[in-house]
């Protein structure tokens, strides 16, 4: 018994051994792939005119895009003069939660972030800025109107917003007392005045020279490493809602959509004010904030339901189909709102959509004209222009004539033989007045 036990040990230890050198090698091989590493990334956006939904529609995106990457940062360069409070808050947020260090720099020479840029600035991680540009002047003011900086609006704006920045500053190590005068006093700063009040953390000539620099703030970027810059730029959706949701652009869509409803309740049937002004109405309300991005596009789709149904009994001459149509697009490039969901409606299904209906509507209103202009076809004014033949002769006392599968008494100013081709010219009550081509017809 025990020379069998001896023996199955020898057995059991030979085995061990044997599957330890089959599997070193593979062990190896795995411990050499894992320290493979790839290069950093850092994706760099590109922002300018006014903070305004569009424009957070852009920047949340990117930023989902470098966080779900594991990018070693969002590079942001900016160039605005300010924008809406609430827009800048939502971008504020987005960057004091981030995953992925957010780095703005004021950009080109020239640029400015004035007003919610300064603001925006002092929340990243790393605040740059070019030579020639500054940063500041961040005072509340309303849109289309003047401001009352002494009014109890005013001041509850103004110490809002001051708070903020002085907030956000010092959780980011920046100067807060040059923070809150940027809102109460309007002040603004250079690139190396912010430098040396310690606004931003670095100036730089360009956007290599920043990267350049960036190691010394980011961790996950070293000097002597590689890295790969992806360069992300604004879809048509963003684009378009950019566009709209401008500031000055928002208070004219909203003037004009007021403006059209009133014209159109005072003159019902006008059709073309009243279209414009509630699409322009709508939109107004998003650029302003008052409706979500969704919700606008839900009212625009509904509306565009609206507009087309009526087409189909209502003559617009199709300003209804059109107008339907463009509501129609802006509303399902706005239906989801792909900043917090990354839902969105493809291309590839909204744009064959679009021109299906763009299409129907165009053939109907075509079809619509057409029989508008189209000489009638039935009833005594559907006679006109009828040809014929001669049933019996038509003299001076009058004759017979087959027309339109009907006999009709006929009159003449010439004689016309039977059988011969008639073209209708007039209808005196039941008698209808005949003429022919004929030559050498008589009298």
Same mark, same amino acid.
């Given at each position: 018994?025990?020379?069998?036990?001896?023996?199955?040990?020898?057995?059991?230890?030979?085995?061990?051994?044997? #599957?330890?050198?089959?599997?070193?090698?593979?062990?190896?091989?795995?411990?050499?792939?894992?320290?493979?590493? %790839?290069?950093?990334?850092?994706?760099?956006?590109?922002?300018?005119?006014?903070?305004?939904?569009?424009?957070?529609?852009?920047?949340?995106?990117?930023?989902? @895009?470098?966080?779900?990457?594991?990018? *070693?940062?969002?590079?942001?360069?900016?160039?605005?003069?300010? #924008?809406?409070?609430?827009?800048?808050?939502?971008?504020?947020?987005?960057?004091? @939660?981030?995953? +992925?260090?957010?780095?703005?720099?004021?950009?080109?020479?020239?640029?400015?972030?004035?007003?919610?840029?300064?603001?925006? %600035?002092?929340?990243?991680?790393?605040?740059?800025?070019?030579?020639?540009?500054?940063?500041? &002047?961040?005072?509340?003011?309303?849109?289309?109107?003047?401001?009352?900086?002494?009014?109890?609006?005013?001041?509850?704006?103004?110490?809002?917003?001051?708070?903020?920045?002085?907030?956000?500053?010092?959780?980011?190590?920046?100067? *807060?007392?040059?923070?809150?005068?940027?809102?109460?006093?309007?002040?603004?700063?250079?690139?190396?005045?912010?430098?040396?009040?310690?606004?931003?953390?670095?100036?730089?000539?360009?956007?290599?020279?920043?990267?350049?620099?960036?190691?010394?703030?980011?961790?996950?970027?070293?000097?002597?490493?590689?890295?790969? +810059?992806?360069?992300?730029?604004?879809?048509?959706?963003?684009?378009?809602?950019?566009?709209?949701?401008?500031?000055?652009?928002?208070?004219?869509?909203?003037?004009?959509?007021?403006? #059209?409803?009133?014209?159109?309740?005072?003159?019902?049937?006008?059709?073309?004010?009243?279209?414009?002004?509630?699409?322009?109405?709508?939109?107004?309300?998003?650029?302003?904030?008052?409706?979500?991005?969704?919700? %606008?596009?839900?009212?625009?789709?509904?509306?565009?339901?609206?507009?087309?149904?009526?087409?189909?009994? +209502?003559?617009?001459?199709?300003?209804?189909?059109?107008?339907?149509?463009?509501?129609?697009?802006?509303?399902?490039?706005?239906?989801?709102?792909?900043?917090?969901?990354?839902?969105?409606?493809?291309?590839?299904?909204?744009?064959?959509?679009?021109?299906?209906?763009?299409?129907?509507? &165009?053939?109907?209103?075509?079809?619509?004209?057409?029989?508008?202009? &189209?000489?009638?076809?039935?009833?005594?004014?559907?006679?006109?222009?009828? @040809?014929?033949?001669?049933?019996?002769?038509?003299?001076?006392?009058?004759?017979?004539?087959?027309?339109?599968?009907?006999?009709?008494?006929?009159?003449?100013?010439?004689?016309?033989?039977?059988?011969?081709?008639? @073209?209708?010219?007039?209808?005196?009550?039941?008698?209808?007045?005949?003429? %022919?081509?004929?030559?050498?017809?008589?009298?």
């Amino acid at each position: 018994m025990k020379a069998a036990k001896s023996a199955a040990a020898q057995l059991l230890s030979a085995l061990f051994v044997a #599957g330890a050198l089959v599997l070193s090698p593979c062990m190896a091989w795995g411990s050499g792939d894992s320290d493979v590493r %790839t290069s950093p990334t850092i994706y760099r956006i590109r922002i300018e005119g006014s903070i305004n939904p569009g424009i957070s529609q852009f920047f949340m995106r990117a930023l989902s @895009t470098a966080q779900a990457s594991g990018a *070693a940062c969002l590079v942001v360069e900016l160039d605005t003069p300010g #924008g809406l409070v609430s827009t800048l808050r939502d971008m504020i947020q987005a960057v004091m @939660t981030s995953s +992925v260090p957010v780095v703005v720099y004021v950009a080109p020479s020239g640029a400015q972030a004035a007003s919610a840029g300064a603001i925006l %600035t002092l929340s990243a991680h790393v605040a740059a800025m070019a030579p020639g540009t500054n940063i500041g &002047a961040a005072h509340p003011v309303g849109i289309g109107q003047k401001d009352e900086k002494d009014s109890v609006s005013g001041a509850k704006a103004e110490n809002d917003i001051a708070a903020m920045a002085r907030s956000i500053a010092s959780e980011r190590g920046k100067n *807060a007392t040059w923070a809150e005068r940027a809102v109460r006093e309007s002040v603004s700063a250079t690139d190396r005045e912010a430098l040396e009040l310690g606004v931003i953390d670095l100036v730089a000539r360009d956007f290599d020279d920043l990267v350049q620099q960036l190691p010394s703030r980011i961790t996950s970027l070293r000097p002597d490493t590689p890295f790969e +810059v992806i360069t992300l730029e604004p879809n048509l959706r963003e684009q378009i809602l950019s566009t709209i949701a401008d500031p000055n652009i928002a208070y004219l869509l909203m003037m004009a959509g007021i403006a #059209g409803l009133y014209f159109e309740l005072a003159h019902p049937g006008a059709i073309f004010p009243g279209t414009v002004g509630a699409i322009s109405l709508l939109l107004g309300l998003f650029a302003l904030q008052a409706l979500p991005v969704n919700t %606008t596009g839900l009212l625009l789709i509904l509306l565009s339901g609206l507009l087309l149904v009526l087409e189909l009994f +209502v003559t617009s001459y199709g300003i209804l189909g059109i107008s339907g149509t463009v509501a129609l697009l802006l509303g399902s490039l706005m239906l989801f709102d792909t900043a917090e969901t990354g839902i969105a409606v493809a291309m590839e299904v909204l744009i064959p959509t679009i021109l299906a209906v763009g299409v129907f509507f &165009a053939l109907v209103i075509y079809l619509a004209g057409k029989a508008a202009i &189209a000489r009638p076809l039935s009833g005594s004014e559907g006679l006109i222009g009828e @040809t014929g033949t001669v049933h019996e002769p038509i003299g001076h006392k009058g004759g017979k004539v087959f027309v339109h599968g009907e006999i009709w008494n006929a009159v003449s100013e010439e004689f016309i033989e039977k059988g011969e081709e008639i @073209t209708v010219t007039g209808l005196k009550g039941l008698t209808l007045e005949v003429t %022919t081509q004929k030559k050498g017809a008589k009298r």
